[in-house]
């Protein structure tokens, strides 16, 4: 069965500081996507990043950075220099096989607070 | 681009009563997701339709819930009689639809936050 873990509920920082977000998925396709998206207060879900199975290369864009190793079934999400406007819920999420456009199963997310 | 639009943005009704969602995807969109997030929980898809049919409903509660795509635009998420239990956000989606050549991102709407007392 498919399944999504965020084991950290709540994480504190305080500006300027990095912070890694905890990813751990199951699946038993080969083939399967992985996401991660923001949740600011206004509720809206926004998309940061999407990796396919077949691509292990780590990502980075400008403070954001993704870590997918396959060995571990992880896909943590690294901020760098964290600032207040981070704060937020995380998501990670999973989408199986190659059925474009499949239902996304969510983990419980990470609410960021990032202080001044 | 317009984006992903819900109405209304918050609901509260009193439990046994009944309340209807709407969601106006992105014009050319041809898949439409409905989403239930409750407090404290990551999203739980509850249907899925292609154009006007439906793809996934496994885990809409059949018993109160229903949700409709006519002509394969908008859509409506009913819930009769609505429980306690139901007080959730419900999220809208859609993507341009399936295909095999790209992934087909999925874009959100605001929501609509639902309390039932």
């Known amino acids: 069965a498919q399944k999504v873990t965020q084991a950290q509920t709540e994480i504190s920082v305080v500006e300027k500081e990095d912070v890694t977000l905890d990813c751990v998925y199951e699946?038993?396709?080969?083939?399967?996507?992985l996401f991660w998206y923001k949740q600011p207060p206004s509720g809206e879900l926004v998309f940061l990043i999407r990796?396919?199975?077949?691509?292990?290369q780590n990502e980075i864009s400008g403070r954001y950075s993704w870590n997918f190793q396959k060995s571990t079934s992880s896909f943590n999400f690294t901020i760098t220099a964290s600032q207040v406007v981070d704060s937020a819920v995380y998501f990670c999420a999973l989408s199986e096989g190659y059925n474009q456009g499949g239902k996304l199963i969510f983990g419980q997310g990470t609410e960021l607070s990032v202080k001044p | 681009e317009a984006g992903v639009a819900q109405s209304p943005r918050y609901k509260i009704i009193e439990k046994r009563q009944s309340v209807a969602f709407w969601c106006n995807p992105i014009?050319?969109?041809?898949?439409l997701y409905w989403y239930q997030q409750i407090l404290g929980q990551g999203p739980k898809l509850l249907i899925q339709?292609?154009?006007?049919?439906?793809?996934?409903d496994s885990q809409l509660p059949k018993d109160r819930f229903s949700a409709e795509r006519l002509k394969g635009v908008d859509s409506t998420l009913k819930i009769q009689p609505a429980k306690l239990e139901d007080s959730a956000v419900y999220l809208c989606a859609s993507s341009l639809g399936s295909g095999i050549s790209s992934y087909n991102e999925q874009f959100f709407g605001p929501g609509t936050r639902l309390t039932v007392l």
């Open positions: 339709f292609q154009n006007n049919g439906v793809v996934d």
């Open positions: 014009s050319g969109h041809a898949t």
């Open positions: 699946t038993r396709d080969t083939t399967y996507y």
């Open positions: 990796r396919n199975s077949f691509d292990e």
